[in-house]
């Protein structure tokens, strides 16, 4: 059963925008820092934007990759258990495949991961 489920992923032309949506369980959006992480052809998987708690600790505190600062913004809706990913002004060099994450202590739980390119 998955727990984690994105959408929003596509193609777009360089200074357009996206937003990636994940959905969680109730329990796994109340307990677990849910982020976004990416990977590039060729990378290893970077950390994009995260909370740095769960959504029970009612905290914004939030971490981003200096390269996307400015340019993205993650949020959360408590009452759809969704942890969303804004994407402005987006580059070339965004192109990768996004991942939802959900972490607590030493466990992970990942999404399926949607594509998003950036092209012209």
């Known amino acids: 059963q998955a727990q984690l489920v994105e959408s929003g992923g596509g193609l777009v032309q360089p200074g357009g925008s996206l937003r990636l949506s994940c959905t969680a369980s109730?329990?796994?959006?109340?307990?677990?820092?849910m982020g976004w992480y990416r990977q590039a052809p060729g990378k290893e998987r970077e950390l994009v934007a995260a909370f740095s708690s769960g959504a029970y600790k009612d905290s914004d505190d939030t971490n981003y990759e200096d390269s996307v600062k400015g340019r993205f913004t993650i949020s959360r809706d408590n009452t759809k258990n969704t942890v969303d990913l804004q994407m402005n002004s987006l580059k070339p060099e965004d192109t990768a495949v996004y991942y939802c994450n959900a972490a607590r202590g030493p466990q992970n739980y990942w999404g399926q991961g949607t594509q998003v390119t950036v092209s012209s």
């Open positions: 109730r329990t796994i959006f109340r307990l677990y820092a």
